[in-house]
């Protein structure tokens, strides 16, 4: 499995965008698909996920202003971003966790950069 992150940029602050990840690839099923984060200077923190059941959980810090959604048929997971801070400076990381049938597998993707200015 090989995931594509795209659509981050600059923007600023009080604005939006929208991160896109797609999942290349061959799986029985999704256990568990989201973003991560990693502000300059500082760990990797989660942001949002959906799991196996469609049950979705937020970090705090983005509770009312992340959505995070999914294409089963794309196998696509986007994460829209509104009302930007500039705390929310990242790199944000796509995840899954996928089982083939025998085993379960985590992948990230590359990463891509959101830069919200003031």
């Known amino acids: 499995v090989q995931l594509q992150a795209f659509g981050g940029g600059l923007v600023q602050v009080g604005g939006s965008l929208r991160l896109s990840c797609v999942l290349h690839?061959?799986?029985?099923?999704?256990?568990?698909v989201g973003w991560y984060r990693q502000p300059p200077g500082k760990e990797r923190e989660s942001v949002a996920f959906i799991d196996a059941d469609e049950r979705i959980t937020y970090n705090d810090a983005v509770k009312g202003r992340f959505t995070i959604s999914r294409d089963g048929a794309k196998n696509t997971v986007y994460l829209q971003m509104n009302s930007l801070k500039p705390e929310d400076t990242a790199v944000y990381y796509c995840y899954v966790a996928v089982y083939d049938g025998r085993h379960t597998f985590t992948h990230w993707g590359q990463g891509t950069l959101v830069t919200v200015s003031s």
């Open positions: 690839g061959s799986f029985v099923r999704i256990n568990l």
